[in-house]
């Protein structure tokens, strides 16, 4: 049983929970870019005084996901499409790679199970009925969950650390297409299927190319 003592210690601080939940709406595209975020609207929302909330805007600020002025608040700092380009860029080169080696050592089966079952995430996520939105926020976890579960594969701690670096550009770049183009995300799972079979064939040529023409769809549209 946990104690009252270890609770307390494991909990999260106010600081924190003011910081992610400012940073999960960013993310998420419930925020875009340009929008102005105001530390009393986030008071309110958490029931927390002012003083964690502008902890919070001081951290965001300095992971570039706000921009703090003077008498103006805070704003969510867009993501320019250099930055998104150079984002997809890195996550091509490090994923690339590391199915290479997980290939090249044999433990590409070791993500097969990871890898269906964000297959199976992401067709549930557009297998609601035709009137229905699809399942925008459900689908764009379960992508990252399986080029993650690939990287994974690899054991190279040197790419699940770049891979951890670029998770959050790269999460609010997949909200941000995929809100403005649910079009894309059938052949985002399509593509997906194509490159789970590359991989658990083992061909590491394939998965690369593959993959190319994945992260260009992306490019496609920024």
Do not use: W
Request: overall charge negative; glycine content about 4%.
């Amino acid at each position: 049983m946990t104690s009252p003592q270890h609770a307390a210690a494991t909990a999260p601080s106010a600081a924190d929970r003011a910081y992610l939940h400012t940073k999960e709406a960013i993310i998420r595209g419930d925020l875009p870019g340009g929008t102005a975020v105001s530390e009393v609207t986030v008071c309110s929302e958490l029931g927390l005084s002012r003083t964690p909330v502008h902890e919070a805007f001081l951290r965001l600020a300095s992971e570039n996901l706000l921009t703090l002025a003077s008498r103006k608040g805070a704003l969510v700092r867009p993501m320019p499409p250099s930055e998104a380009a150079d984002v997809l860029e890195m996550r091509e080169a490090v994923e690339a790679t590391a199915a290479r080696r997980a290939i090249a050592d044999g433990r590409a089966a070791e993500a097969a199970p990871a890898l269906e079952e964000a297959l199976r995430r992401q067709e549930r996520a557009l297998a609601s009925r035709p009137s229905d939105p699809p399942d925008t926020a459900a689908f764009v976890a379960a992508d990252d969950a399986f080029h993650t579960a690939v990287v994974a594969a690899s054991r190279n701690p040197i790419a699940l650390h770049f891979t951890g670096l670029l998770r959050d550009r790269q999460q609010r770049l997949r909200h941000q297409l995929m809100r403005v183009h649910p079009d894309q995300l059938r052949p985002a799972l399509e593509q997906h299927r194509r490159l789970a079979a590359s991989f658990a064939a083992g061909d590491a040529d394939a998965y690369a190319a593959d993959l190319s023409e994945h992260i260009a769809m992306h490019q496609g549209i920024l």
